[in-house]
């Protein structure tokens, strides 16, 4: 009986360890999704941007807001951290015809915008349509407008997930361009019984919701609940705008914000020196960039444009001309820039570019300059300064063309090179095409077709080991033509409370707010 009696405690004993385990496993997988690592769920994130509100009517000016931007809007691709290639967000897959051309969309499924509307194929055709009629200035040029898709022949809908986008011509970077802010898909809000102000916005698919807004004073976000992708830790983002960073600074100090995007180099010394602030930085998804008129004999020769590229100390012009921006030298430049072959990284060596001057026929060879800048940059004199140092150094005679000099296209045909922003991400054909009106793909040393073929192979195949090789085939190539190469690159800093946790950048310069949490 005793022995029974003690096969039965035994019994019950590992019953409820048994049970006591199915429960702490049950709790502790609910603890991860709820926030594993002790990540906390919930709270208001105040979020200062020291930029006036962009249209996001017109999806204008939308650069500098990027974090709102993505926060609220998603498009068909994007770039993730260490992956190579633009990679599926709202698009599931895509395939490239044989003769480039045409481009298949299969569209994700189970997809809602905030106004509870499904996401299909006849709304991205239809957000796609407006983007490719709309005209946009191209960064750094005064007279200059192209269309953000000029390519894009006709959008058709094969189904109610599937679309087909044919061009007027193949473009190798066409995909990576619709993972610009820009190309966002959204549409009118259908809800009803909602604020005029809120109404006024587009609405999107990511992972935050406009509820509330006053122009040019603050945005406010709500966590999505219908939301498929990664679902953020935070429940409201206030974005705040803020007339510069010296304020936006008084603003974090005080406590009325706890995230600060800042654009000034003296303000982060500043918020460094404090010692409060964690301060997080990246690429900022611009460059400035040398590039080279394909339609000018004199840089047809490959010892001069070398010899340019070699005339220029890169980290040197990082640190005393951008004494206000913060930038980043392109010695460092990050992998994105092999999407657009700039990876012809030149060292800096004098004695080198004036060796190669030498070999020319024409031994003191004279160039026309245009610098292309934006007139509101406190950098730009500091730019023109130090480019003509290093040109005069080199054993260069040139003559600067000033902007306002330049305006039609045969002015600018002028220019032998050219100094200028740039996104990097997208294809520099385009800059060069609209700030001095040359025919690229006819004129640029012939190498299109090899270099075109490779970025297409990078760009379809899945296998990221295939991808980096080709990609780094396709900069070897582009590298013996030197069509254009950066100098520096934008960054792009911002500062947070030591209880702000998460602050991730992606590669593109964008936050990843759906990573950020508050430790309080």
């Not at 340019?308 to 890169?314: I, N, P, Y």
Request: aromatic residues 12%; glycine residues 4%; proline residues 4%.
């Amino acid at each position: 009986m005793e022995k029974h009696i003690n096969k039965i405690k035994i019994f019950l004993l590992l019953l409820f360890l048994c049970l006591f385990a199915h429960i702490f496993a049950g709790c502790s997988r609910n603890m991860i999704l709820l926030g594993g690592n002790n990540v906390k769920e919930g709270g208001v994130l105040v979020f200062g941007i020291t930029e006036n509100e962009p249209s996001f009517i017109n999806f204008e000016n939308i650069d500098s807001v990027k974090s709102i931007v993505t926060s609220i809007y998603e498009t068909l691709v994007c770039f993730y951290p260490g992956q190579e290639g633009p990679q599926p967000l709202l698009a599931e897959s895509w395939e490239i015809s044989g003769d480039k051309l045409n481009y298949i969309f299969n569209i994700k499924k189970g997809i809602y915008f905030h106004d509870k509307t499904v996401l299909n194929a006849y709304s991205v055709a239809k957000s796609l349509d407006i983007l490719k009629r709309k005209e946009r200035i191209i960064p750094g040029s005064q007279n200059s407008v192209y269309k953000i898709s000029p390519n894009i022949k006709e959008i058709t809908v094969l189904d109610d997930y599937k679309i087909r986008i044919t061009l007027l011509a193949p473009d190798p970077f066409f995909i990576i361009s619709l993972a610009d802010l820009s190309a966002s898909i959204r549409k009118n809000n259908s809800s009803s019984n909602i604020d005029k102000t809120i109404a006024s916005y587009p609405v999107g698919t990511g992972p935050f919701k406009i509820v509330a807004a006053k122009k040019n004073e603050n945005i406010i976000t709500d966590r999505f609940e219908d939301y498929r992708g990664k679902f953020p830790h935070i429940e409201r983002i206030v974005f705040r705008f803020i007339p510069d960073t010296d304020a936006g600074f008084l603003a974090l100090k005080a406590g009325d914000i706890n995230l600060l995007n800042v654009n000034n180099a003296v303000t982060v010394e500043k918020i460094r020196k404090s010692n409060k602030f964690n301060i997080v930085s990246g690429f900022g998804g611009k460059a400035l960039f040398i590039f080279f008129n394909p339609e000018k004999p004199l840089v047809k020769k490959k010892e001069l444009r070398l010899s340019v590229l070699s005339a220029f100390d890169r980290a040197n012009f990082a640190n005393e001309v951008f004494r206000e921006t913060p930038v980043i030298s392109a010695d460092n430049f990050p992998y994105l820039f092999r999407f657009t072959g700039a990876g012809s990284k030149i060292s800096y060596n004098a004695d080198f570019a004036k060796s190669l001057l030498s070999e020319l026929d024409n031994k003191n060879p004279s160039l026309y300059c245009y610098f292309s800048l934006k007139e509101s940059r406190p950098d730009n004199d500091n730019i023109r300064i130090m480019a003509e140092k290093y040109l005069q150094e080199a054993g260069f005679d040139f003559e600067i063309l000033a902007s306002d000099q330049l305006n039609n296209a045969k002015e600018k045909s002028m220019a032998d090179l050219v100094i200028t922003w740039h996104n990097v991400l997208y294809n520099p054909e385009f800059c060069i095409a609209a700030v001095t009106g040359a025919n690229f793909i006819e004129n640029f040393y012939g190498y299109e077709k090899s270099y075109s073929d490779l970025i297409y192979e990078a760009l379809t195949t899945s296998d990221q080991e295939v991808s980096s090789y080709v990609f780094t085939q396709a900069e070897t190539l582009i590298s013996e033509f030197l069509p254009w190469s950066p100098l520096v690159c934008s960054s792009e800093i911002y500062a947070a409370e030591k209880n702000i946790m998460g602050v991730k950048m992606l590669p593109d310069g964008r936050l990843d707010i759906s990573e950020i949490w508050l430790n309080k």
